[in-house]
């Protein structure tokens, strides 16, 4: 279990990143997820361009309503507050559950999303929170909803000579109400089932019902999911045929608990 | 170590010697060693569970790097026999020969600077192999139709057998009877380190020097030694600082083989370290499948059992203890603490095409000690009765003591009701009555068995296998400055031996723990012993070291003595002196070993030429082992949409005899607790059809974490052994055999309610919510 050989770059500008990354390299962040896969040799690259020391790689910006969070930001910062208001709050309770603190400490938001694991918890989360991937490739920045960008199992909206620069999410009022479930068999371990509602007032609510062994799913208005919980969770749930029976009842227990935590007084 | 209030000797909790090493990161592990000129090994592993070997292809140009059996020539075969009856030997060659017959046999050995560059000769070898269908399942394994893995035999199984009582009377007469099919599932044992070996040739002594994270390291010299034709002189087996054994490491490995034999043909020392992946893969333990049957009377008494049991014991018959260790143990086990008349037993120990499996700690009897206790809670509850009350029914009673049942086991000493009692006391059963009443999915759940430890001669020699433990020898010696040298041939991982040893010398001597120095892990210092397993350290060296530190006392009181002028008879040894009976006047044990080392000329005429340095026998008597036993109470809340299941409360009764070391026995019985926990509630290494293993990283074959584990509230009980030196008893495995049973009867008092039962191992969330909604179809 040791990796095979590869170089490491340690690209000191975005654009140097870009080019590394066009020309095959792999980019590296927290390497939690890429350590172990480098490890078990099922991820082999030429090269790893280690993106830690980029300019901007971590922080949070506010502006204009919308929070850009450097992709390199790590979990253990976003539970310790690095993101600010009720976005932050809703944001610092999901990375608290995410494995250890110790990985924490090392993971980011950015990578675990462009890693894409779709039991990952800013998989499942981010789509529900809304808001914009940015993307930095040769010709500069693009703009990627987050709903979207999560394209497959360890797939996204990405393109191959594209790096993952940012997230942007809203700043929510404090009045919006947040359920997000997960099932975990122990503490730390991948959720077998994530489920996650967000209710801003005046807005339809969203829905994402994730870590089921695909890309989530996110549903955009889910009015009907609030009215009638029962029916429409196992409607939803009806269209994850390929699960065992015992994770389509966990998926809907999920749904139902995340919009009773969005409906508790 | 400082003086603690409850004293340093035999009883008192001091803390662990070992510990500051430990603590401070100084321990020192085989990874932690490396030696001048060192070649790293990684091994090419079938990836197939079943086939014919063919052809390795080397890489080319680097063929010398890398060694199949046909290089290795003149190693001999793994051959773990035994003298039971029927007994089919397996030979397990240190690396495949003509066929492969588990996902994960070594194949190949490939030897490189570093270990990634080794792995990097591994990927490029190519294998051609012819495949062949896999057996996976034991149930089907003895089918006539079944490929047959070891092509002499007759079928796959290493052992069948059979305890005939007639049960066919017990319709008839029964209050109640039911009948069971339950499943453990296969585990992987997981200590923190895995294996690692570094073997090295030393050409001045002729010895092949072997650093290997082993429980047995005299039983590995042995093995080694016979497996690569060397005399046992020529080889040195070290096992430094091992981070956990749990039977994982009571075993000769194949890969010891190949880096001995790589070591003398390369003329460098050679290190393999076990990863994940391999650990995850090399071995496994407690796949057992029970059809059970149990008739008892209207008050709950056991009438009699019938029991056909397989235990899926994979591919080899590892080395020492066998493959049939865990069901050829079902019989005896089964009777538990309990007064049993009959039992009617079958017990096949299957071969497939899996990793072999090995003793884990609690060996047969976690899932024995399943099997019998969910069986006695659905007794009950067809009875009406409570579990509490269906036990104290059949308990061995403190009167009856020393107490030999059906099978031929003797229970040396204790008061088994009495634990149960104090179980159940612990806990508020009405409240959860109430709550059940109240439409919770709460339970309680009781588990009560006895374990078994130290058992000698008398027990294995029936067993015929490779080594039957006899006396275990400890030497003592008082250095000049009257330090104590202990050296012991057991192996302390985990256990504290460093420090209880210490403080049986203690007890002896009065030598402060600090000033005694116990050596272990190292057959060229220590005297031979068949190693740390079997919950026999603590009563077998520890017996051993408190009769070598007697006859020294005694040598020690002649020559203090005479230096005092008073008859022997006129003093003792106690505190570290020789003391005056008679009036306060002494020499220290210190002023003892100054004489004879350094000032001779004052010593008495006849003095015993033997001088400070004793090794010394023990064996209790009679051997037939010493019984520790508890009761674990358990209250589960079940999540019945999920099937999720909490601890809400863990109460543990237990009576291991005289503890040397209570603090110590708290963390033996914690530590199993969580490995007990594992397998009830997490652990599972699923094979799919074709034998490939489905777990192999630690991100799927789940282990419990420190925060899965509840806090446990332990009450001891202290009966004393009266065949054991202390009254001690062997108490390392016991933490281990309860929880799956406490738990799972928790979880079906839980699910009484809805009419839902769990019979697999482990009660995954999937596996209790399954049982719920068949319970929910069956009303429906």
């Known amino acids: 279990m ?264 | 170590m400082t003086a603690e209030p409850g004293g340093l000797g035999v009883g008192a909790s001091p803390r662990r010697k070992e510990d500051a090493r430990f ?80 996902v994960g046999e070594a194949i190949a ?59 066919s009377g017990l319709d008839a007469i029964a209050a109640a009877k039911v009948t069971r099919t339950l499943r453990t599932s296969r585990q992987c044992m997981a200590p923190i380190e895995g294996r690692g070996v570094l073997a090295e040739w030393d050409p001045r002594l002729e010895q092949m020097i072997v650093t290997t994270s082993t429980q047995m390291p005299h039983v590995t010299k042995s093995g080694l030694a016979d497996c690569l034709g060397l005399d046992e002189g020529q080889v040195r087996i070290v ?117 072999p499996i090995l003793p884990y700690r609690g060996v047969a009897r976690t899932g024995v000690c399943y099997a019998m206790e969910t069986t006695l809670d659905a007794l009950a509850r067809q009875l009406g009765i409570m579990p509490q009350a269906i036990r104290l029914a059949n308990l061995v009673p403190a009167t009856a003591m020393p107490y030999r049942n059906l099978v031929g086991k003797v229970f040396d000493s204790g008061d088994y009701p009495e634990s149960l009692r ?44 490779p080594f039957v433990p006899g006396f275990e020898q400890a030497y003592a010696r008082l250095a000049p400055d009257g330090v104590l040298e202990l050296r012991v041939g057991v192996h302390s991982h985990g256990q504290g031996l460093e420090t209880t040893l210490a403080q049986v010398a203690h007890e002896i001597l009065g030598i402060h723990p600090d000033q005694v120095r116990v050596v272990h892990g190292d057959t060229a210092l220590t005297p031979y012993s068949t190693g740390t397993w079997g919950s026999r350290a603590m009563v077998m060296a520890g017996g051993a070291v408190a009769e070598a530190c007697r006859q020294l006392a005694e040598r020690v009181a002649a020559i203090g003595a005479a230096l005092m002028q008073v008859s022997g008879a006129d003093v003792r040894v106690a505190d570290g002196k020789v003391q005056r009976t008679d009036t306060d006047g002494f020499v220290t044990i210190a002023d003892v070993a100054r004489t004879w080392y350094r000032t001779p000329q004052n010593l008495p005429p006849g003095v015993n030429k033997g001088g400070l340095e004793v090794t010394a026998g023990y064996r209790p008597d009679p051997d037939t082992g010493t019984h520790s036993y508890a009761c674990h109470a358990v209250v589960a809340r079940v999540d019945t949409e999920t099937g999720a299941v909490v ?60 925060t899965d584990v509840p806090d446990v509230r332990l009450d001891h009980m202290e009966t004393l052994s009266p065949w054991t030196t202390f009254g001690q008893k062997g108490i390392g495995e016991s933490g281990a055999i309860g929880p799956p049973a406490a738990i799972v009867n928790a979880i079906n008092d839980a699910l009484a309610g809805l009419g839902a039962e769990v019979m697999d191992l482990p009660a995954s969330p999937s596996r209790v919510l399954a049982a719920i909604q068949a319970a929910r179809a069956v009303k429906a």
Not at chain 1, 52 to 60: F, I, K, Q, T, W
Not at chain 2, 25 to 38: L, Q, W
Not at chain 2, 68 to 86: M, V
Not at chain 2, 443 to 462: D, I, K, P
Request: overall charge neutral; charged content about 20%; some cysteine.
């Open chain 2, 647 to 706: 601890l809400e409360d863990y109460v543990v009764v237990e009576d291991g005899g005289k503890l040397v070391n209570p603090m110590i026995v708290d963390g033996q019985v914690m530590g199993g607790l969580a490995q007990g926990i594992g397998t009830a509630l997490y652990e599972e290494m699923p094979y799919d059809t074709e034998g490939q293993p489905l777990a192999a990283t630690l991100a799927d074959y789940l282990l419990p974490g420190t």
């Open chain 2, 239 to 355: 096992s430094p600082d091992v981070g956990g054994g749990f039977g994982y490491k009571g075993i000769l490995l194949p890969e010891e083989i190949v880096c001995a034999s790589l070591a003398i043909r390369l003329g460098r020392p050679v290190r393999w370290l076990e990863d994940r992946f391999e650990q995850l893969t090399a071995a496994n333990c407690r796949e057992h499948h029970y059809v059970i049957t149990a008739w008892a009377d209207r008050a709950g008494k056991l009438l009699g059992v019938e029991c056909d049991a397989i235990v899926d014991a994979g591919a080899y018959s590892s080395y020492p203890f066998g493959a049939c260790l865990e069901a050829a143990q079902i019989g005896s086990i089964l009777p538990g603490p309990y007064i049993l008349p009959l039992l009617r037993c079958h017990t096949v120990s299957a071969c497939t095409n899996k990793p």
């Open chain 2, 109 to 167: 050995a490939c030897v490189a600077e570093s270990r990634a560059a080794a792995e990097d000769l591994a990927a490029i070898c190519v294998l051609d192999y012819e495949a062949l269908p896999a057996v996976s399942d034991m149930r089907t394994a003895c089918s006539p139709t079944a490929p047959l893995l070891h092509e002499s035999w007759s079928m796959n199984a290493f052992l069948e057998t059979r305890r005939d009582d007639d049960v």
């Open chain 1, 2 to 265: 040791k990796p095979a050989v590869f170089s490491y770059a340690r690209p000191k500008s975005w654009s140097d990143a870009v080019k590394l990354v066009a020309s095959g390299a792999r980019a590296g962040a927290g390497t939690q997820s890429l350590g172990p896969l480098l490890n078990l040799r099922l991820a082999q690259p030429d090269m790893i361009a280690d993106l830690r020391h980029l300019p901007d790689y971590a922080g949070v910006v506010v502006s204009g309503g919308v929070l850009r969070i450097g992709a390199g930001t790590t979990h253990a910062a976003i539970e310790d507050g690095a993101v600010p208001g009720r976005t932050g709050e809703i944001m610092a309770g999901v990375a608290r559950r995410i494995a250890y603190r110790p990985v924490r400490n090392r993971g980011t938001i950015g990578g675990s999303l462009a890693h894409a694991d779709p039991a990952a918890d800013w998989v499942a989360v981010l789509p529900a929170l809304g808001g914009t991937a940015i993307a930095l490739g040769l010709r500069g920045e693009r703009r990627v909803p987050l709903a979207g960008f999560v394209t497959g199992i360890f797939e996204t909206a990405l393109a191959s000579d594209e790096l993952l620069r940012a997230v942007e999410v809203p700043t929510l009022p404090a009045g919006v109400r947040w359920g997000h479930w997960k099932f975990c068999r122990k503490v730390g371990e991948f959720s077998k089932v994530t489920a996650c509602v967000l209710s801003v007032p005046g807005t339809a609510p969203r829905a994402v019902l994730a870590a089921l062994d695909r890309p989530p799913l996110v549903i955009e208005d889910a009015s009907a999911l609030l009215d009638d919980t029962e029916a429409e969770a196992a409607r939803i749930v009806s269209a994850f045929p390929e699960l065992g029976e015992w994770r389509r009842a966990v998926a809907q227990t999920a749904l139902r608990k995340a919009v009773a935590a969005v409906k508790q007084p």
């Open chain 2, 422 to 465: 104090r179980a159940v006391a612990a806990i508020d059963v009405d409240k959860i009555r109430a709550r059940q009443a109240a439409g919770e999915t709460v339970g309680f759940g009781l588990a009560t068995f006895c374990e078994q430890g130290a058992h000698g001669t008398s027990v294995y020699h029936a067993w015929g296998i």
């Open chain 2, 23 to 102: 603590l401070h990161g100084r321990g020192r592990f085989v990874a932690d060693i490396t030696r001048p000129g060192m070649l790293e090994v990684a091994f090419l592993r079938s990836p197939i569970a079943h086939a014919r070997l063919l052809a390795v292809t080397k890489p080319a140009g680097q063929e010398k790097r890398v060694f199949t059996i046909a290089d290795l020539d003149g190693i001999g075969t793994i051959r773990a026999n035994s003298a039971l009856p029927g007994f089919r030997v397996s030979e397990q060659p240190a690396l495949a020969k003509d066929k492969v017959r588990h």
